[in-house]
Each structure stands twice: as C-alpha cells, then as structure tokens.
C-alpha cells in the first residue's frame, strides 16, 4: 500500500566544499571533497518521506546508465517503490558550494528533460497524497500537469507541489501555468525568490495575499532560517524556524516539503504540520548524505529536547 505518490526530477548531484571564489578562465582551484548524492527535488522529497515512514512510491525518468541504476537503487534500499523508466542519460546536477555556505548549480537535466505522460500510466498514482517536485524543470510533462492533478483529486488525494526554480526564465506563459494549477492545489511551496518571480513584489505578505486570492488554499512559503510564512483564507502567520548548527542546507526545502505531508497525513492541524516540517528541515542541514534526512524518531526527539 502506498500513501504517497511523488512525480518530478531526479538527478545526481555533485556537492563540493565550500571555496572562496570562482577560478578564473583556464584556471584550476582544489576543494577539500566533492560529494557525489543522490538529488533532484522530487527524489529529495522521496527519499525524506520514506526516511519519516511514510509509504512512497516515485515516478519519474533517469538514463541507462550506470548513475540511473545507481538512483534506482538507493531508492529501493530506502524503502521506495520506484516506478521510474531508463532511458537516454541521467540528469546531472554540479553544485558549487562557496564560503558563507551559500551554493549556485549548473545543471544537465537528462532524462529529466523528456519526462512525460507517456513514461508512466495514471494508475500508478495512489494514496492519500500527490506531491509534485521540480514542476518548472520538466518542461514534457508541464503541459499534463493539470491532468494529473485533477485525476489524483478525482480519487480523493491532497496535492502539493514545489514550483522550483525556473533556469527558462520566468516568462509569461509560465507563470500563467502556474496561475492555472493554483486553485488546484491544496498545497503549494515556493521559496522566497520563486514567490517574488511569481507575483512580482519582494514583500511576503503581499506575495501570500496575491496567491491566495489567486485561488491557492494553503501557501507556505519557505523563508529559510527565519521559517515558513503560513497562509491561508483566514490568516497570514510566520512559523520561526529552529536554530542548528547548519553545515548543509541543500534539500532541506524537500524535507520541510515530506514532513508536512507526514504530520498531515498523522491528522495534524496545519500550523502543528508547519512546526514539524521547520523542526526537520533545520534537522536536515546538520548533517551530509542520507543522513541529512531525519527519521520521525529523530524528529520528535529534537522537538522533545526544546521543551
């Protein structure tokens, strides 16, 4: 039995230490390691729900290749039913990690690039939520998105879905897709800068006042160290984070993103689901690898020790 579907990006990344400055052209600097690690939004999403115990089942594309077999089964090793077809090349993700820990990504998206309906059959989506990652790095399958959505809500699923970043530049008819998904959405969270890029004011409020009269339900919009900004119908609340030791911040968006759906599914109050999740994403950034994603005990052990 599956709980929860997540449909989007998977890719490898490869994660370097932090350095002071860029080389310069035909120049070379060293960094003390470079991690290679499982990536892409939705597969963090994937990989964190599990980690928390939630029942996951992942859609999505990698290449035949030797980095597709990998993430396949590093899926499946943490608990994952991977429904997730090879073909062409995997995507490639080059994170480059600078001194006040603060990161830029080149990114190859791969098999990413081609991902659509044709990969995987609606059936496939079950449980009692659809999440959806890296919705504007998958420019095949955003223009079946609604069709997705609306098949999962048919069969009674909350949906949730993180915008990402768009490398195609926020254009018009882009955000206009986004517009289109909102009153669809039982949940939708952007960050700081993919809010502003979609409603074009730097100020959060407004930014939450604008995507709830356009229709969304629940807004959370991720403010990093200072928390979540909550917004629904009746009221608009900053939810403060937690204060950690943080060396990795990479992912911790898709593990705010699996901890709220797992508090929600558990019957918590939406406010109550926003705590946990601040309470895992900052969890998230102490650590490196797949234990950057925290297990429900953990958790609930770092919220114990506040009290």
Request: aromatic residues 8%.
């Amino acid at each position: 039995m599956t709980d929860l579907t997540v449909i989007g990006d998977i890719n490898v990344d490869f994660i370097t230490t932090p350095f002071k400055k860029i080389p310069e052209k035909d120049k070379q600097i060293i960094v003390d390691d470079i991690e290679l690690s499982p990536g892409g939004s939705a597969f963090n999403l994937a990989i964190a729900a599990s980690r928390l115990g939630i029942k996951t089942k992942f859609i999505g594309k990698v290449g035949k290749d030797h980095f597709g077999k990998m993430l396949i089964e590093i899926g499946k090793k943490n608990g994952i039913k991977m429904h997730v077809k090879q073909e062409g090349e995997t995507g490639i993700t080059l994170a480059l990690t600078y001194a006040d820990s603060t990161r830029s990504f080149i990114s190859y998206k791969g098999a990413n690039n081609n991902f659509s309906i044709k990969d995987f059959s609606f059936s496939d989506i079950e449980g009692k939520f659809l999440a959806i990652g890296g919705y504007n790095l998958l420019n095949s399958l955003r223009k079946d998105v609604l069709q997705i959505i609306e098949f999962a809500k048919n069969k009674n699923m909350k949906v949730s879905l993180d915008p990402n970043w768009d490398p195609d530049g926020w254009k018009e008819e882009r955000i206009k897709d986004i517009y289109n998904l909102l009153p669809k959405l039982d949940f939708f969270l952007p960050d700081m800068n993919e809010a502003e890029e979609i409603t074009f004011t730097k100020n959060d409020i407004l930014m939450a006042k604008k995507l709830i009269n356009l229709g969304a339900k629940n807004v959370l919009i991720k403010e990093g160290s200072k928390g979540c900004l909550l917004c629904i119908k009746e009221y608009i609340k900053l939810v403060p984070s937690f204060k950690v030791n943080s060396i990795n911040t990479t992912g911790a968006g898709d593990v705010f993103h699996a901890a709220l759906i797992k508090s929600l599914i558990n019957g918590k109050t939406i406010e109550d689901a926003v705590k946990y999740a601040n309470a895992a994403a900052a969890l998230s950034t102490t650590k490196l690898g797949i234990d950057r994603y925290p297990t429900e005990k953990q958790v609930n052990e770092f919220l114990q020790s506040l009290h």
